[in-house]
């Protein structure tokens, strides 16, 4: 062990391992108490998986917790924070006053963090390393479903009840009956769900099911099953406990968090993406004060920055000034249940806006980084070291005990601090009890800096990342969320912000993730030359319903043979397995076959063709057939074909559907001028504005969530409204819902009247007027809400040939001028008979004469002149 901290020693600090006397003070220190503790042993084992992780090139992240904080875990590479640097406490870690087991959490990169378990099962025994189970309790709302479902009752009546019950941590049933009149009502006006209730109630807080500690392992030096019950996992594969965290802890068996941080292998990506043009990058050579990457946070660009992308985190970093790194380890901190009441006193310290007082001098030494104000455990610690003489694993003990509010404990911790005080530093009673109560004030709200400093590192890492290598910063970023289209369509959101394109999926250029690409504009006729932009390509397995195993077929094909030619070229050169109607559906759908200049709905019409002459080709090839099969299935699938071509909506939704954003075009684009003549807001620009600001948006519904109020059971709604680049949840309350909700349906545009509500994290608005947008010519470009009730009439001739393409048509052509006139839909069946059918609330229109020009041809009462 030494011997490994000394070459670690060496490494890690070159000649300073020799002179800094302090420095070798240290480390004995440290190395002395892990001897005395006998946890030398644990730090060994942890060193083991870390350097084969890292060995292996799998990245492990720079630290997690209070280990940051020991300089044998930074000279053996177990964590990468210089403790001195950042002015890291051991005893945080590793208290020899109250010896217990170190705890030491450990990030891995997210996809391959099974391998450093699989590494660590083989080396000590299956038997001997067991991951972690857990127990799901019959909460409050579970037990009322289970229980209702015991009792017969259907999932939507024990659903209405479950649903009552508010959505509060650890709530009981009778707290939710308390806080919650309809549920209280319910509860005595109906026998069934009071009978429900009682047998609910003595099941309630029972264990439900069991499952696996998302990172928990435990060790053992010899078979577990000497210590604890064991058992295998549901999926009968792996070996777990049958005891839960907790009792693991009070037997003293040796548990690990193996944690999987998707940042890490975002970090990686990138890397992997810069290396291509820049061999010789490393992450741990840039400089730790590069003002670009602080620029980030002070803009508020924190999308893809870790620790930061939240709306509330955002905001702090906007009104932060960063300027150095201990600014961004205080942002991590701060922005935490109980230290975020210290952020006001926080920023205006930093700022100049009030004084910065100390109680007594030696307090500047502690507090000048943070501006006066206690943000970190750590100088709880060093301020009972330094005022009242206590040892560091002393001042250790009084920080855990102050966080413990124990009255009777804390009168005796105030006298002996008084007096340390006195003892060490003549400081007078009055004073010295002053400082006590300013030491449990912050006890109380301070956060471990040992892990703050660690996870602000990682976050400026992705800052500079994103700032000076934006486009693999955003691809590494995209690449991690392919199955994630909402995910995916933020990155977008803010790829486009940054003027980085995003190019559509291409069965001959895509990879299987997104990849950076050097793109040409078209050439202009009043341009010079075309301008070479560094874009994005769109990965082929973040396209939904297609298959990353298929995907991963398909790149290798097209790099074994050459690029695809056709549809047809795809299908036969794959197993007919591979290349179903599905995926193919989905490729097409997404634009990844444009490449060809086929209308993707000719093209779609093609598939059946396609997939039946695969079959055959690959049957007949085995028959030796291949040439005559090559010519039929060209001659057979390649030609024209009269279809329906699909409307810009259709071809739009799909897009949306299949990619998480709109790659050929935008619904709204038609709106463009109308949106410019009425000088809407953005709702990117909402963010500016303050806490119940009024404004004016317009946008495209994209979903609507109908609710009932709980106390009186009104109706309301939640809509999500969409611009050009970003989206606004809006909740549309009863008084405003009566006059629209008829006509609160996805895709109808709007103008919305309203104010900002910017209480929580993500930003919300509450509606006071909507207004519909149309194209049309009639009463200017919007229709008020609740004005028209004429009856349009639409007839189509049946047909089981021509219907379903028709219906699409016409459908179309109204959803292209939303209003409030209704719509029915009056089928003749040919044989005397009729069919009449409302086409519902989401296909309301207004009456322009535009519209009646395109359903002229099934109109049958027009209504204007």
């Not at 040892?391 to 509010?405: I, T, W």
């Not at 301070?446 to 992705?462: D, E, P, R």
């Not at 040439?627 to 699909?646: G, I, M, Y």
Request: hydrophobic letters at 40%; one cysteine or more.
């Amino acid at each position: 062990m030494r011997e490994l901290c000394y070459q670690g020693l060496r490494e890690r600090y070159g000649e300073r391992a020799t002179t800094d006397a302090e420095l070798l003070k240290r480390l004995d220190y440290e190395l002395g108490v892990l001897e005395k503790t006998g946890f030398v042993s644990y730090l060994l084992i942890v060193w083991d998986f870390i350097h084969f992780a890292k060995e292996r090139g799998i990245p492990v992240g720079p630290g997690r917790g209070s280990a940051a904080g020991s300089i044998v875990a930074y000279v053996l590479g177990i964590t990468d924070i210089d403790p001195l640097q950042y002015g890291l406490i051991f005893e945080r870690f590793l208290n020899p006053d109250r010896v217990s087991p170190p705890d030491i959490d450990v990030d891995f990169c997210e996809t391959r963090r099974g391998e450093v378990l699989e590494y660590v099962r083989q080396k000590y025994g299956e038997r001997r390393v067991a991951q972690i189970i857990t127990f799901g309790k019959l909460k409050a709302k579970s037990v009322v479903r289970d229980v209702g479902r015991v009792m017969g009752w259907s999932y939507r009546d024990a659903d209405r009840i479950a649903k009552m019950i508010p959505n509060e941590l650890n709530i009981t049933l009778d707290a939710a009956v308390e806080k919650n009149p309809e549920l209280k009502r319910a509860f005595t006006t109906e026998p069934v769900t009071r009978q429900l209730f009682d047998y609910a109630k003595v099941l309630e807080g029972l264990s439900r099911n069991a499952g696996v500690h998302a990172a928990g392992v435990v060790i053992a030096d010899r078979d577990l099953s000497d210590y604890i019950p064991l058992c295998r996992d549901v999926k009968g594969n792996d070996v777990i406990s049958q005891y839960p965290m907790g009792p693991l802890n009070d037997l003293g068996l040796l548990k690990m968090d193996f944690l999987g941080l998707k940042t890490l292998t975002v970090i990686e990506d990138t890397l992997a993406l810069i290396h291509k043009r820049e061999p010789t990058f490393l992450l741990n050579n840039i400089p730790l004060d590069d003002p670009a990457a602080f620029a980030l946070y002070n803009r508020g660009e924190t999308i893809g920055l870790f620790q930061m992308e939240s709306g509330g985190m955002t905001s702090l970093s906007k009104q932060f000034d960063v300027k150095k790194l201990d600014d961004i380890i205080a942002l991590v901190a701060l922005y935490r249940p109980g230290p975020m009441e210290l952020i006001p006193e926080y920023v205006k310290a930093k700022k100049g806006i009030t004084p910065i007082k100390y109680l007594h001098p030696l307090l500047e030494d502690i507090c000048a980084d943070t501006y006066g104000v206690m943000i970190y455990q750590e100088q709880v610690m060093a301020a009972a070291s330094k005022l009242a003489g206590y040892s560091l694993a002393q001042g250790d003990l009084l920080r855990r005990a102050m966080g413990k509010k124990d009255k009777e404990k804390m009168a005796k911790e105030r006298g002996n601090f008084i007096d340390g005080c006195a003892r060490t530093n003549k400081i007078p009673e009055k004073k010295a009890s002053a400082i006590f109560d300013l030491l449990e004030k912050f006890a109380g709200y301070g956060f471990n800096k040992s892990h703050s400093a660690a996870y602000g590192v990682i976050s400026y890492q992705t800052a500079y990342l994103k700032a000076h290598y934006p486009v693999e910063f955003m691809a590494g970023l995209l690449s991690n969320e392919i199955n994630n289209t909402e995910k995916i369509s933020v990155f977008v959101g803010e790829c486009k912000r940054m003027g980085i394109s995003i190019l559509p999926p291409d069965i001959n250029k895509s990879g299987l993730k997104f990849m950076p690409e050097m793109w040409e504009r078209p050439q202009r006729p009043d341009s010079r030359g075309a301008p070479t932009f560094t874009a994005i390509r769109y990965g082929l397995a973040a396209i939904k319903h297609v298959g990353e195993a298929a995907m991963e077929a398909v790149i290798r094909e097209r790099e074994q043979g050459g690029d695809f030619i056709s549809l047809e070229d795809l299908c036969t050169r794959l197993d007919s397995r591979i290349a179903n109607r599905k995926m193919l559906e989905s490729l097409i759908k997404a634009g990844a076959f444009d490449f060809l200049g086929r209308d993707r709905a000719e093209l779609y019409a093609c598939i059946d063709d396609a997939v039946g002459a695969s079959v055959a080709a690959q049957r007949d090839r085995l028959a030796g057939q291949v040439s005559l099969f090559d010519e039929n299935t060209a001659s057979a699938t390649s030609r024209k074909r009269p279809v329906t071509r699909w409307s810009e909506h259709e071809k739009l939704s799909y897009e949306k559907e299949l990619l998480g954003f709109y790659v050929s075009g935008h619904p709204l684009d038609a709106y463009a001028d109308v949106f410019a003549a009425k000088n809407y807001r953005s709702i990117a620009s909402l963010v500016d504005l303050d806490d119940r600001a009024p404004f004016k948006i317009a946008g495209a519904i994209v979903e609507v969530e109908k609710k009932f109020t709980r106390k009186e059971g009104k109706p309301f709604a939640v809509l999500w409204v969409e611009d050009l680049n970003d989206m606004l949840e809006v909740v549309v309350w009863n008084e405003v819902y009566l006059k629209v909700s008829d006509v609160l349906a996805a895709g109808r545009v709007v103008e919305i009247k309203g104010t900002l509500d910017k209480r929580d994290e993500a930003l919300r608005a509450t509606a006071l007027e909507i207004r519909s947008i149309a194209l049309g010519k009639t009463n200017g470009a919007s229709e008020r809400l609740g004005d028209s009730s004429e009856q349009l009439t639409v007839v189509l001739q049946f047909s089981p040939v021509t219907t379903g393409d028709e219906l699409r048509h016409v459908r179309e052509i109204l959803v292209s001028s939303p209003g409030r006139r209704p719509v029915q839909l009056l089928f003749d069946r040919g044989d005397g008979s009729s069919l009449r059918l409302d086409a519902g609330a989401e296909l309301r229109v207004n009456l322009t004469q535009e519209l009646e020009g395109k359903l002229s041809r099934w109109l049958v009462t027009p209504k204007l002149q």
